[in-house]
């Protein structure tokens, strides 16, 4: 089955500075690769996503990279804020297969004013 | 649309007594998913079933779990009997099928003393 290692567990940064948070999976029949976000005491909730036919995808202060030959995907958040601070979780499935998603064991980002 | 639904949203009782968590899917999602999230374990995947029926069940942790879905707009998780390991908070996710983004209800807060 799938293995996805996920890295910082935990990341601290000063408002403004850049965060990156990476993680590598195993199955390189892998296709999707889903990024959360999980604020204290809240659901996770999806933040961005990247199919492996894209090596990279961006949304405003937030952008995703896959590198599919290495198997590992990363999330930028640019320009960080301190409503920035949760917990993310990356995830790697197959899509439109009857697999399911591998989730990351999560990385806490905290955002210092 | 109202989103996941789950019920209750927190759940305290003691070691030995049945639990009983709920569930209500978005509107015609057919992918339902239970997952468990604890500091130690990070987000577990417990089961899942497509169509009301149960593809993957091995999360479970045990025969203690149970789960099942009798239609397409409910799914029950029940742990009989519970112990203090249990204690955790479980999500109830849906997605239009396996593949596509999950969307994650609040979550019980199971706490067995």
Same mark, same amino acid.
């Given at each position: ?27 390189? %029949?892998?296709?999707? *690769? ?7 005491? /809240? +659901? ?6 990247? +199919?492996?036919?894209?090596?990279? /995808?961006?949304?405003? +202060?937030?952008?995703? !990279? ?6 590992? *995907?990363? =999330?930028?958040? !640019? ?9 993310? *979780?990356?995830? %790697?499935? =197959? ?6 998603? !591998? *989730?990351? +064991? ?8 | ?6 019920? &209750?949203?927190?759940?305290?009782? @003691?070691?030995?007594? @049945?639990?009983?968590? $709920? ?12 997952? $468990? ?23 479970? &942790? ?7 879905? &009798? ?11 519970? @112990? &203090? $390991? ?28």
């Amino acid at each position: 089955g799938e293995n996805v290692e996920q890295h910082p567990s935990t990341l601290s940064v000063q408002e403004g500075d850049s965060a990156v948070i990476k993680c590598t999976y195993s199955d390189s %029949a892998s296709n999707y *690769f889903p990024w959360y976000k999980q604020e204290l005491g /809240k +659901r996770p909730q999806l933040i961005i996503d990247i +199919r492996s036919n894209v090596g990279e /995808k961006k949304d405003q +202060r937030i952008a995703v !990279t896959l590198n599919k030959t290495a198997k590992h *995907f990363s =999330l930028h958040i !640019t320009e960080t804020q301190p409503e920035d601070s949760a917990v993310y *979780f990356c995830a %790697a499935l =197959l899509s439109g297969g009857s697999y399911i998603p !591998t *989730f990351g +064991r999560g990385t806490s980002l905290i955002v210092h004013p | 649309d109202a989103g996941v639904i789950q019920s &209750p949203r927190h759940e305290v009782t @003691e070691m030995g007594q @049945e639990v009983t968590l $709920r569930c209500k899917p978005i509107s015609g999602h057919n992918s339902l998913f239970w997952y $468990r999230q604890t500091m130690m374990r990070g987000l577990e995947l417990l089961i899942y079933f497509n169509n009301n029926v149960p593809i993957d069940d091995s999360g479970m &942790p045990e025969d203690r779990f149970s789960a099942k879905m &009798p239609n397409a707009s409910f799914s029950t998780l029940k742990i009989q009997p519970s @112990e &203090p $390991r249990d204690s955790a908070v479980y999500f109830c996710a849906s997605s239009r099928d396996t593949s596509y983004e999950q969307y994650f209800g609040p979550g019980t807060r199971l706490t067995v003393t």
